[in-house]
Nanobody, 126 residues
Framework: QVQLVESGGGLVQAGDSLRLSCAAS????????MGWFRQAPGEERVFVAA????????YYADSVKGRFTISTDNSKNTVYLQMNSLKPEDTAVYYC???????????????????WGQGTQVTVSS
């Protein structure tokens, strides 16, 4: 089992920056990739970004490409999501996720992630 705990959400203004953190514990040696998803009110949970644990390859949703950066600190078993130039449409609950299966490609679908955090609220005011 892997436990994930997010932090860093909050209320910011459009154009501001925010960094989310997700600390992993438990059987972290099995983790192949980490990702971030978000869910706005009344909408489905959607993919934001992912990063493989060992190689550091990354992948981003088009909506955040160039503004968000996913990174990891393997020594701390922590993944970060640096969010710059925030927009009101970025408002959502952000979830951290971990995949413990090597697939040979970057996981981007919800079903490809095995563990989830509890979520952290990000609100961007205009």
């Amino acid at each position: 089992q892997v436990q994930l705990v997010e932090s860093g959400g909050g209320l910011v203004q459009a154009g501001d920056s925010l960094r989310l953190s997700c600390a992993a514990s438990g059987r972290t040696f099995n983790i192949h990739a980490m990702g971030w998803f978000r869910q706005a009110p009344g909408e489905e949970r959607v993919f934001v970004a992912a990063r493989t644990w060992s190689s550091g390859s990354t992948y981003y949703a088009d909506s955040v490409k160039g503004r968000f950066t996913i990174s990891t600190d393997n020594s701390k078993n922590t993944v970060y999501l640096q969010m710059n130039s925030l927009k009101p449409e970025d408002t959502a609950v952000y979830y951290c996720a971990a995949s413990d299966m090597f697939r040979g490609y970057m996981p981007k679908q919800r079903y490809e992630f095995d563990y989830w955090g509890q979520g952290t609220q990000v609100t961007v005011s205009s």
